[in-house]
């Protein structure tokens, strides 16, 4: 196996938590430089690596493989782009981008370079949504005619210093936490007809939308997407009815918290729920009736590097296509225009 080498745009939250134990858990990558432009807190995971401080750096040498994008929202098409015209393979951390046109502009460029270009979905790989997944696909409520799913936080104050919390282009709860859900309806079932979206700001010297509401009609059934940071007490994450039964998940994927504590992805009962958190159903199928716990399917974060690695060494298939990231930009987009005319618009 031989190792791609990687650099990493910025070690933040994204890099520090998630792609950085990632990549080091992975032996097809090689962190060789990072960019860092006043800390050197990168040294504690890749000791062997180049802390550089200024981002040509990177883009200028010519033995770095892939660009890890994990910057601000405003500035991932800006870096991305200056990426791929450096002839480099190019992970994007979500949202994709600000708009649908620098997306459009991003994806005809990686082709027209030849290299891979993705979005660090990463909660495609959640346990609970991998769950779903397998409820849809299987059937197992029969014909689906409402899906509700909640990414819910408490924390009822704005921090400080964030450049989340600031008026810019792509920050809010929407870029934030909508472009994960928006795209797990996107892999479940496809683009909707329409959708009626509402958001806005709900803490006091809140500058950024905090909560979001959103109704999206699909031929014959809906799915309700919902957000907000002043939830406390939550409810369930993941609510499905169909014409047979309903399934009910609580609880959050634990591999973040995992990661946060350190622990290596991969080890033993890796992205395993507790029985506790495990989804209820309530079917009938076969001809049966069915009531009790579904033990869920173990989350896999490491699964999305493994793909950019097989997509860059062998030419598979990428997992999450740029594509597919660009439609959950337009809707997205279409949250707003729904908002701003506080109506239902077309897709």
């Known amino acids: 196996m ?3 080498k990687t650099a990493l745009l910025s070690f933040g939250m994204s ?36 802390i550089v401080r200024n ?11 892939l660009i890890i994008v994990n910057t601000p929202n405003a500035s991932h098409f800006d870096y991305a782009k200056a990426a791929l015209e450096a002839g480099k393979h190019v992970v994007v951390e979500k949202p994709f981008s600000v708009t649908v046109e620098e997306a459009d502009a991003l994806i005809a460029l990686a082709k027209v370079k030849g290299k891979v270009l993705t979005v660090f979905q990463n909660r495609r790989w ?36 964030s450049w989340k919390e600031q008026r810019l282009e792509g920050t809010g709860i929407l870029y934030n936490l909508g472009s994960h859900l928006l795209d797990q309806m996107i892999v ?13 700001i709900q803490r006091p010297q809140g500058q950024v939308d905090d909560y979001y509401d959103i109704r999206m009609q699909y031929k014959g059934f809906h799915t309700i997407i919902k ?9 369930p994450r993941y609510v499905l009815h169909g014409v047979e039964g309903s399934f009910v998940k609580y609880g959050i994927d634990p591999q973040e918290q995992a990661l946060k504590d350190g622990l290596k992805p991969g080890s ?31 989350g896999d974060y490491l699964a999305f590097y493994e793909n950019v690695y097989e997509a860059i060494r062998n030419g598979a298939t990428l997992a999450v296509k ?22 239902a618009v077309k897709l």
């Open 2 to 4: 031989t190792a791609i």
């Open 15 to 50: 890099g520090e938590v998630f792609h950085g134990p990632l990549l080091r858990a992975h032996s097809g990558f090689d962190v060789t430089h990072i960019l860092e432009r006043t800390h050197q807190r990168s040294l504690k995971q890749f000791p062997a690596a180049t």
């Open 55 to 65: 981002i040509e750096t990177i883009f200028n040498n010519n033995d770095i493989e």
């Open 126 to 161: 959640d346990g609970d949504f991998l769950t779903v997944k397998k409820v849809v696909e299987g059937n197992l409520l029969g014909k689906i005619v409402e899906v509700e799913t909640h990414y819910d936080r408490f924390r009822n104050y704005v921090e400080e210093g």
């Open 188 to 200: 479940l079932f496809g683009m909707p007809l329409s959708l009626d979206a509402r958001m806005g």
């Open 227 to 235: 957000s907000s940071y002043l939830v406390r007490e939550q409810g």
């Open 268 to 298: 033993a009962r890796w992205g395993h729920d507790e029985v506790s958190a495990w989804g209820k159903i309530n079917t009938t199928t076969n001809g049966l009736h069915v009531e009790g716990k579904i033990e869920t399917v173990a």
């Open 322 to 343: 740029p594509e597919e990231s660009r439609d959950g930009i337009r809707l997205i987009e279409a949250c707003f225009e729904s908002n701003a005319q506080q109506r």
